[in-house]
């Protein structure tokens, strides 16, 4: 279907734009002449700041460039991410946001999103109201700053995470860019270098006690859904502990979701699927019978080992069953029931089959055992050395290694050394981007595990459906709409993810699974939804997704 968008002025000489025989506008201030250019193409002036972006030296300042090209410009800025996302999704989020949040300090110009100070607390719902676009809010990025990417507290300086995200959201998922709202939390922190900083923009102070923050955090997310009460709450880069802590607090309360343990894990859990399937088929055993070693046990890595559990129980295992399957070490190596005092996240996936002594060599871990799968989240780099990867490649056919930590610096193994260590025979899928390998003349692409092909469709689902909670089937379905939206050339190559520059139509297949979810569950409360056949479901998320070239004619996407 065509749309057409018809100019007309207002009784009060504003232009305004609606689509032919539609009722619904939006307003934009008319510029009187001679306060533009007079040739001012918006076709070439995207093609000028394509060229300006790529003129930059760093991806840093390219960063810089895209944040203030956000601000002048929406609609160019989105029109340049959709245009080119596997180039400027790497500088607008992971790898280069990691530089953008340490130098965040340094290099503010202008504030954008909110800050909720521990020094709010008791007004946090008068600081809430003065944000701008009250009635325009949809969805919050949340972050408290306190373990930032693999980078660690970076206390306020954590806010272009949540300014990332967001962006992603609308790029990705067509959320309109004036439903977000990034809030960094300001608790304080721990690093002293912050601390001693003239620059630093946050409170220099360490950060509160554990008390002090939950009750900061019953006050905050109580005024946030008064204040916003069509809000989705995505939380962000929070300490471990605390990640899993306020995720079990809230999540029955508000509809709110962890993109590190959630997110990451049903990214992961995608991948693996379809990694497991080419795995199995080289091997010839059953996909109930992979096992998996995680290096890392924080909240990104339990988050992800709790999801793969998905994948046992449907290829027909039981939960007990499943967690058998999964196998944690930390910085203390093989985590077991009788290693001793353990943190409470860890406990669930610890061995009761293992009553020897502490084994914390990686190879020793490995040959006790033999692993299909090796999966990194423990920001060590080069943990995956080559005696690991070769070891690995000597066990399977096909080994999966998934070094997932971020930023590229932390990453456990980079692509061209698993590809060379094993003859290209690896299935591979890393947190961060990392460039195609010739093999034997054969092109061979790598895997990213990325949180953005399911975050965005995850969060465009529960807000159509208008979730009162994202539950765990919700956040399978997202992990599973993403591992059956590759195409068959992708499939023939061998792909696990499919290309980055689907993204859109990705996030509709996402939102579509997850209304499902929802509406299976019972928290959705848009039921007319229900009585809509899937072709009718995904018609209407199409036409709800925000793009550049319409502007946002439709008010009520959200």
């Known amino acids: 279907m065509t749309i057409v968008l018809q100019p007309y002025i207002d009784s009060n000489g504003v232009q305004k734009l609606k689509i032919a025989g539609a009722h619904k506008s939006y307003s934009r201030p008319r510029l009187a002449r001679g306060l533009t250019p007079p040739t ?22 390219q960063n810089i460039y895209l944040g203030q090209l956000r601000d002048a410009s929406p609609n160019i800025f989105y029109k340049l991410c959709l245009a080119n996302m596997a180039e400027v999704t790497p500088l607008i989020y992971t790898p280069t946001v990691g530089d953008a949040c340490l130098q965040y300090s340094q290099n503010y110009r202008r504030p954008e999103g909110m800050f909720v100070s521990i020094n709010d607390k008791g007004n946090i719902a008068a600081v809430l109201r003065n944000w ?56 304080g922190t721990n690093t002293q270098q912050f601390l001693d900083d003239p620059f630093y923009l946050g409170a220099r102070h360490k950060r509160v006690a554990t008390e002090v923050m939950t009750e900061f955090m019953e006050e905050f997310m109580h005024e946030m859904s008064v204040a916003f009460p069509k809000l989705l709450v995505q939380f962000e880069d929070f300490s471990t502990d605390n990640a899993f802590l306020y995720l079990d607090k809230f999540r029955h ?68 069953e499943a967690r058998e399957r999964i196998y944690l070490v930390d910085s203390q190596g093989l985590i077991y029931t009788e290693r001793g005092t353990l943190a409470e996240h860890k406990k669930f996936f610890a061995r009761r089959d293992y009553q020897g002594p502490p084994m914390k060599n990686l190879i020793d871990i490995i040959n006790y055992v033999k692993p299909t799968a090796l999966l990194g989240l423990s920001t060590i780099k080069s943990a995956f050395n080559e005696q690991v990867v070769r070891l690995m490649v000597e066990l399977n056919p096909r080994p999966i290694i998934f070094p997932l930590s971020n930023p590229v610096k ?36 790598p895997g990213q595990g990325n949180n953005m092909y399911v975050f965005p469709g995850l969060g465009l689902g529960a807000l159509l459906s208008r979730a009162s909670a994202v539950t765990d089937s919700m956040v399978e379905a997202s992990s599973l709409g993403l591992a059956t939206s590759l195409t068959d050339d992708e499939i023939a190559a061998d792909l696990i993810y499919p290309r980055i520059e689907r993204i859109r139509e990705i996030s509709a297949r996402v939102a579509i699974a997850v209304i499902r979810a929802a509406q299976a569950a019972g928290v959705d409360r848009a039921t007319a939804l229900r009585n809509k056949t899937d072709a009718q479901l995904l018609q209407f998320v ?3 997704m925000w793009t550049p070239e319409l502007q946002t004619v439709d008010r009520s996407s959200l």
Request: one cysteine or more; aromatic letters at 8%; hydrophobic letters at 40%.
């Open 253 to 320: 309360r508000y509809p709110v979701f962890n993109d590190d343990i959630q997110g990451t894990g049903a990214v992961v859990l995608s991948g693996f699927i379809n990694a497991a399937k080419l795995s199995s088929a080289a091997s010839g055993k059953p996909l109930s019978e992979h096992r998996i070693l995680f290096l890392g046990a924080g909240s990104a890595g339990v988050g992800v080992a709790m999801q793969l559990r998905s994948f046992f129980t449907l290829n027909g295992l039981s939960p007990d």
């Open 410 to 445: 932390l990453s456990e193994c980079e692509f061209h050394e698993a590809v060379e260590w094993t003859d290209g025979k690896v299935l591979f899928a890393s947190g961060s981007p990392f460039p195609a390998q010739d093999h034997k003349g054969t092109t061979l692409y």
């Open 132 to 187: 701008p676009r009250m009635e325009e809010a949809r969805i919050a990025v949340v972050t408290d700053g306190s373990r930032i990417l693999g980078l660690g507290d970076l206390g306020v300086n954590g806010m272009p995470i949540s300014i990332g995200k967001l962006s992603l959201y609308v790029a990705g998922a067509g959320i309109r860019p004036e439903s977000t709202l990034p809030i960094c939390l300001d608790l």
């Open 40 to 61: 001012l193409d918006e076709n070439i002036h995207y093609l000028r700041c394509l060229a300006q972006l790529r003129s930059k030296d760093s991806p840093l300042e």
């Open 542 to 544: 199409q036409k709800k």
